[in-house]
């Protein structure tokens, strides 16, 4: 009897520290594995009788705007990440990993940032980062330019001074530069193959240079996958898409016809699709309004006057569409519903067309030379394309 008392009285003892120990450290567990945002972490037994609380490790918000990821205090310090809060009931922790010039990073919702970043960044130097998937049912990487100032191209609409190229992945992705803070992009993985996103910075102009972005990885079978041939994906019954580093202010640089220099950049070819929403089954685009700017992609801005600059007058459509354009296929004049024939549209203006045709898509394209190629003039002071979209109704 008094053998069976000293037993229990172990096994009491044991139950006691486990639980305490339990209690202390639930959230240092070191043999959690994190596969993916939004993945259930797995149970650990400290004891037959005691077993660790599960929560998913799923997105969490930060105390410094920053989103991060639900996970163990240990596991959030082993990735070399910032805790800023708590999260599931407060088991886990709130764990912001971000990363800079030269690293690896496997971890989902990894921001990529300029050295000393908000600060200005001196460049002279290629900084690159290598992400790798988190498990192999990542399908995509979803890249959100949070903040990203560049140097401008050179007046041909060139990456010469400061360049952002993306490689390893299944997506072309055209060299940027420029101004593309709040730009979004969408980069299937190739299999296993780890995707390098590289800024090359150079001395050559000093200014404000720098960036944070946001890197998401997306399951194979996440709503949010951007479709088959989409470089961006916007999603929602309304909203604007711009053409990269698209601003109202001129590029300061000349071109080669030394006139006036673009700040479309050169050498792109790619698609942007929205998301068709329930309910609607077309779409409507128009340039923004209050800005004379926002469809200049081909003609010499500075001699056209606000009669011309931003109007029907100084629309372009179909074959005379040869360089620079936006593609929108199936397109129906808003105002008189009557189909337009071409899909091809660049100058000056854009008059506001419809779309049914599934899904809905746009394509961009602009080619190496601003300047004057045989007969055509050259292009001067573009800035590119803001476009509104919204959809109509069923």
Do not use: H
């Amino acid at each position: 009897m008094n053998n069976k008392l000293w037993w229990l009285s172990v096994v009491s003892v044991l139950v006691l520290v486990a639980a305490t120990t339990y209690a202390r450290n639930f959230d240092d567990d070191d043999d959690d594995v994190i596969d993916d945002i939004g993945g259930e972490r797995k149970g650990k037994i400290l004891f037959p009788f005691i077993s660790i609380v599960r929560f998913a490790n799923s997105d969490c918000s930060s105390t410094n705007t920053m989103n991060g990821t639900c996970l163990a205090r240990r596991e959030c310090n082993n990735l070399n990440g910032t805790i800023t809060g708590t999260c599931a009931a407060r088991r886990g922790r709130c764990c912001v990993v971000s990363r800079s010039c030269g690293s690896t990073t496997n971890v989902n919702n990894t921001y990529f940032t300029s050295p000393g970043y908000p600060a200005a960044f001196a460049g002279g130097q290629a900084c690159n980062l290598i992400v790798n998937r988190c498990n192999n049912m990542i399908c995509q990487l979803r890249i959100e330019f949070l903040d990203l100032v560049l140097a401008q191209p050179n007046g041909d609409g060139v990456c010469n001074v400061d360049s952002l190229t993306i490689t390893g992945g299944n997506t072309q992705v055209p060299v940027l530069c420029g101004d593309n803070t709040g730009q979004t992009i969408f980069v299937d993985f190739n299999g296993n193959a780890a995707i390098t996103i590289t800024v090359a910075a150079t001395l050559a102009t000093s200014f404000g240079r720098r960036w944070n972005m946001r890197l998401t990885q997306l399951g194979c079978d996440c709503p949010g996958l951007a479709p088959n041939g989409c470089l961006q994906y916007y999603t929602g019954r309304s909203g604007t898409i711009t053409s990269f580093n698209y601003g109202t202010p001129a590029n300061a640089v000349l071109s080669g016809s030394l006139v006036t220099g673009t700040r479309q950049i050169a050498n792109t070819n790619y698609g942007i699709c929205i998301r068709m929403e329930a309910g609607f089954c077309g779409i409507q685009y128009a340039q923004t309004g209050g800005d004379n700017f926002s469809f200049t992609v081909t003609g010499d801005v500075e001699g056209a006057d606000n009669t011309v600059l931003g109007t029907a007058v100084g629309a372009v459509n179909g074959l005379a569409c040869t360089t620079d354009f936006v593609v929108i296929p199936n397109p129906v004049n808003t105002a008189t519903s009557q189909p337009i024939g071409v899909d091809r549209f660049c100058g000056l203006g854009f008059v506001p067309v419809t779309s049914t045709l599934k899904p809905f898509v746009l394509y961009v394209v602009t080619n190496a030379n601003e300047g004057a190629v045989g007969a055509t003039p050259p292009d001067i002071a573009n800035r590119g394309f803001s476009i509104g979209y919204s959809q109509t109704a069923c």
